[in-house]
């Protein structure tokens, strides 16, 4: 199992920022597609970013121009670069790791990320 640990998390006041990184144990890092997810409380976990193991990054529509997904391959990490944030964006977020061709899909613990109006 590839092991994921993020990091990053925190108490931010609205319209500040923060960087989450996201830190996988295999070098199956580089062949994979990454993503940020996130669960706040009674609700479901949604998908916030993407990029693909080519760079090609993907966003909700909730985050679109206020977030940036990023990866280092070298590092194994992928980060996710939080700007202008909102009390609605507090949540758990969820580093994932998938690869479809070998069907797997991993998730790390989690991160709090608490925004304060």
């Known amino acids: 199992q590839v092991q994921l640990v993020e990091s990053g998390g925190g108490l931010v006041q609205a319209g500040g920022s923060l960087r989450l990184s996201c830190v996988a144990s295999?070098?199956?890092?580089?062949?994979?597609?990454m993503g940020w997810y996130r669960q706040a409380p009674g609700k479901q976990r949604e998908l916030v970013a993407t990029?693909?193991?080519?760079?090609?990054?993907s966003y909700s529509n909730s985050v679109k121009g206020r977030f940036t997904i990023s990866r280092d391959n070298g590092q194994n990490t992928v980060y996710l670069q939080m700007n202008s944030l909102k009390p609605e964006d507090t949540a758990l977020y969820y580093c994932?790791?998938?690869?479809?061709?070998?069907?797997?899909?991993?998730w790390g613990q989690g991160t709090q990320v608490t925004v304060s109006s």
């Open positions: 295999s070098s199956l890092f580089k062949i994979s597609n």
């Open positions: 990029i693909t193991s080519a760079g090609n990054p």
């Open positions: 994932n790791l998938n690869l479809p061709v070998a069907k797997r899909s991993d």
